[in-house]
């Protein structure tokens, strides 16, 4: 195929994106893990499948960054997921750890790829990625919104009985508790939530929302989401490689919208062949922004935790 796209970490969700990638037949798949045998024989049984479905992808698996040289795409999915009873941010000295090495292998191999970040804590990972990387702002971009809205989504639909394809909502600010989901933009069918569902179920549904990953954590017990993550990382990379110019809601560092500066957010982004082409700004009121400021300090804080 024209497009090479390697994901890191070839576990839940690094071996789901290639999945879902797979089905999309945009570009031949590369999982790299440090687990010896698993990303091998991953590839080669998500390969068998392909004559079933008819696409013709090629996927190979290893455990050496050489296989991922001249990706058009580097997905890094590498690190650990959460158990019970944890935040994202615990899970931030060992993942920084793992990421710095995923990403410094990485670009050594392919110094032209868009890199698309999927480890949590998302933003302080994607955050990392770029300074790691030491690549320009616009080909870092890191996979959070798009989940979020669509758990609110689901939970929208759920509530009222109709098609997902008919409920848009946008989730955003840092990938954690204190997302912020917002209602007023959010709609079904051209009209506003705020309008169709009372007072106490809009709550219900932004709380449960926020806590969307943690609920599929503890239903678990081992390991996070997988199957939603992995499609909206997908959706990313799609958007990128055919040039779709796509506005979806992600973690794009910010250089003054929003006035915010220096910290990897949650903003609808516009994505093309080049990453992000543009952040797109809303205009928020003093309620919706104390939100995001209120979300923006823990990814400060948890930035400054790096000692970069
Ligand atoms: N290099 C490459 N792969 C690594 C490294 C490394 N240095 N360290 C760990 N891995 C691999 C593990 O071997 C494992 O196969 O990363 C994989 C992670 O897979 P899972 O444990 O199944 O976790 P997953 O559910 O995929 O979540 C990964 O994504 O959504 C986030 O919060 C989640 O941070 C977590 C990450």
């Not at 969307?212 to 959706?235: C, D, M, N």
């Amino acid at each position: 195929m024209d497009y090479k796209v390697s994901i890191i970490g070839a576990g839940m969700t690094g071996s789901t994106t290639a999945h879902w990638l797979a089905d999309k037949e945009i570009a031949d798949i590369v999982l790299v893990d440090i687990v010896e045998g698993m990303p091998q024989g991953k590839a080669l049984d998500l390969l068998e499948a392909m004559p079933v479905i008819g696409k013709d992808v090629n996927i190979i698996g290893g455990n050496e960054y050489q296989i991922t040289s001249d990706s058009d795409i580097v997905v890094i999915t590498a690190g650990l997921p959460r158990k019970p009873g944890m935040s994202r941010d615990d899970l931030l000295a060992a993942n920084a750890q793992i990421i710095r090495e995923a990403t410094q292998n990485a670009i050594r191999y392919s110094p032209e790829a868009i890199f698309v970040v999927l480890t949590n804590p998302l933003d302080v990972m994607a955050y990392l990625t770029m300074k790691v990387a030491g690549i320009p702002a616009q080909r870092v971009v890191g996979q959070a919104g798009i989940l979020d809205s669509a758990r609110m989504r689901a939970f929208v639909a759920m509530e009222l009985g109709v098609s997902v394809e008919n409920v848009h909502c946008y989730v955003l600010g840092g990938h954690g508790d204190e997302m912020v989901p917002l209602t007023r933009q959010s709609n079904v069918a051209g009209v506003p939530l705020n309008e169709i569902l009372p007072a106490d179920r809009l709550a219900a549904i932004v709380e449960r929302t926020r806590k969307g990953g943690g609920e599929i954590v503890s239903l678990l017990k081992t390991g996070s989401a997988f199957y939603a993550p992995a499609i909206a990382v997908a959706q990313m990379v799609e958007a990128i490689l055919k040039d779709k110019h796509l506005i979806v809601p992600a973690a794009a560092y910010l250089n003054g919208e929003y006035g915010m500066q220096g910290i990897f957010f949650g903003v609808p982004v516009q994505l093309g062949r080049t990453g992000v082409e543009k952040i797109i700004e809303y205009q928020l009121t003093d309620e919706e922004m104390a939100a995001f400021s209120k979300s923006a300090q823990g990814v400060k804080e948890n930035i400054a935790k790096l000692n970069l």
